[in-house]
Nanobody
Framework: QVQLVETGGGLVQPGGSLRLSCAVS????????MGWFRQAPGKEREGVSC????????TYADSVKGRFTISRDNSKNTVYLQMNSLKPEDTAVYYC????????????????WGQGTQVTVSS
């Protein structure tokens, strides 16, 4: 079992930055690839970024490349999503999720999910 708790969401103006954190606890958390997803009202949940459990390789959705950065600190069992140059279309509930295997932006592949944190980009 793995438990995930996201923090760091909030209201930010366009062009601003936020850093989301995902605290990971439970059995063998380092053996999971970690993904960030988001879901805007009326839309399907979509993958944002993923970091592989082994080699640390990273995947980004095209919509966030160059603006978002994923990282993990295994000593703190925490995964981060640094979000810069935020746009109104980034407004969504952001979720972290754990996957036992290779990174993929497929919701059903993930074994564990956090409760989500709201990010609102508005002036």
């Amino acid at each position: 079992q793995v438990q995930l708790v996201e923090t760091g969401g909030g209201l930010v103006q366009p062009g601003g930055s936020l850093r989301l954190s995902c605290a990971v606890s439970g059995t063998n958390p380092h053996y999971y690839s970690m993904g960030w997803f988001r879901q805007a009202p009326g839309k399907e949940r979509e993958g944002v970024s993923c970091i592989h459990y082994g080699d640390g390789s990273i995947t980004y959705a095209d919509s966030v490349k160059g603006r978002f950065t994923i990282s993990r600190d295994n000593s703190k069992n925490t995964v981060y999503l640094q979000m810069n140059s935020l746009k109104p279309e980034d407004t969504a509930v952001y979720y972290c999720a754990a996957l036992r295997g290779e990174c993929a932006f497929v919701v059903d592949f993930y074994d564990y999910w956090g409760q989500g944190t709201q990010v609102t980009v508005s002036s």
